[in-house]
């Protein structure tokens, strides 16, 4: 892959997908700037660490200094406890676009969630126009997120492009997977969208592969030029027998956002079926 002169800032950098990514990303552009709480000491060349929580202005202002572009992944990234999810995905990506915003940094793709819209049916196929119906108080951040996004392109013009991440690994999980997987290499062709291509404004995008059962219509990432090379389909039999071994779940099973959506949840089905 050709590589281009950008210093790309990856937050959340020793999780799960910032682990996947670094690679990918220090295949395309000169300059990776990792950050997370959590240390990070396996540094290649054109990698450094800087160690910083995302509610830490100081921290962030720092951290934002000479960056082209933000993959932002940090954060709490299941269901968690609201003073949790308010410190990371609230408060600290506030304090990060507005220190992204005061350095001048161009362009932010955000890791936004399928638990954004966890409880539409699985039986409603919906694109991104479709209102936000957040499962858990960790999908209601990932609103917010898009929200935020949405304000610092108009008032700022920041180039924005939050991707509804369904999930990653490398093969889909079970049944509800096969509809939201994504291969990492896949993401990665979104986030380059994000860095790279010259039109974007503020978009959001569904983060899976080319999998037929999927519950979303991917348009807006299709016309920005994404290509996806991974079908969920190939996995079907890995999928399944992890499926037989789950088991139902009565509510979740209903639902986009699976058990994030059964959790916490009471009254009567019928009072959401099925707008
Ligand atoms: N993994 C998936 O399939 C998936 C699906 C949908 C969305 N996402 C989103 O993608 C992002 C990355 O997911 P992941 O699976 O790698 O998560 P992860 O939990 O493995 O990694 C998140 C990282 O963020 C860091 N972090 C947490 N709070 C922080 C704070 N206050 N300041 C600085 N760093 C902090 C953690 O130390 C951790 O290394 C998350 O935002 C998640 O919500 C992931």
Redesign the pocket.
């Known amino acids: 892959m050709t590589e281009i002169n950008k210093t790309v800032l990856l ?10 990514l670094r690679p990918l990303l220090l295949s395309r552009y000169s300059r990776i700037i990792l ?4 240390e990070i000491t396996d540094l290649a060349d054109r990698e450094s660490f800087q160690k ?5 202005k100081n921290a962030m202002d720092d951290i934002c200094k000479g960056v082209d572009a933000i993959v ?7 269901e968690g406890d609201w003073d949790t999810v308010n ?3 609230i408060q ?1 990506m506030f304090t990060l676009m507005e220190a992204a915003h005061q350095a001048g940094v161009e362009r932010l793709v ?6 954004a819209i966890g409880m539409y049916s699985r039986n409603r196929r919906i694109c991104v126009d479709s209102k936000v119906r957040p499962d858990s108080r ?1 999908g209601l951040s ?1 609103a917010f997120g898009e929200a935020l996004c949405s304000l610092y392109a108009d008032k700022h013009g920041m180039r924005c492009l939050s ?7 490398d093969k889909p999980l079970d049944l509800r997977r096969l509809s939201m997987w ?1 291969h990492i290499e896949d993401l990665f062709q979104l986030i380059q969208i994000g860095v790279e291509h010259p039109d974007l404004h503020n978009e959001i995008v569904f ?1 899976c592969s080319q999998n037929d059962r999927s519950f979303w219509d991917n348009g807006p990432a299709f016309r920005l030029g994404y290509r996806p090379k991974h079908k969920a389909e190939d996995h079907v039999v890995h999928a399944m027998t992890n499926q037989k071994e789950t088991g139902p779940d009565a509510i979740g099973d209903n639902f986009q956002g699976g058990t994030f959506s059964s959790a916490e949840f009471d009254g009567d089905l019928e009072r959401i079926r099925w707008s």
């Open positions: 937050t959340g950098a020793a999780g799960d997908i910032g682990t996947r950050s997370d709480l959590q910083g929580d995302l509610v830490d932002h992944l940090g954060g709490q990234s299941v410190h990371c995905n600290g955000f890791a936004s969630s399928n638990h960790y990932k991707i509804r991440i369904g999930n990653v690994a994504i983060g």
